[in-house]
């Protein structure tokens, strides 16, 4: 009976060493983008919607 506990305790090493892997990401990024200034916040924002940009895209297109 206890070397099913074992393997059964065994088993749970994989994905729990994957969520933690997954949930130390996910709060670093968290963190990352709450210390953002917000300066750099609204350059992110623009970056899809700037002139230059559409206007980079274009040229790309057209070669």
């Known amino acids: 009976m206890s070397s099913r506990?074992?393997?059964d305790s065994w088993q749970m090493l994989f994905p729990s060493i994957g969520f933690c892997i997954f949930a130390g990401?996910?709060?670093l990024a968290v963190i990352?983008?709450?210390r953002m200034s917000r300066s750099t916040v609204d350059?992110?924002?623009q970056l899809p919607l700037s002139e230059e940009q559409s206007r980079n895209a274009e040229h790309v297109r057209t070669k």
Do not use: C, K, P, S
């Open 43 to 45: 350059h992110m924002e």
């Open 25 to 27: 990401i996910f709060v």
């Open 5 to 7: 506990i074992a393997f």
């Open 32 to 34: 990352r983008v709450m």
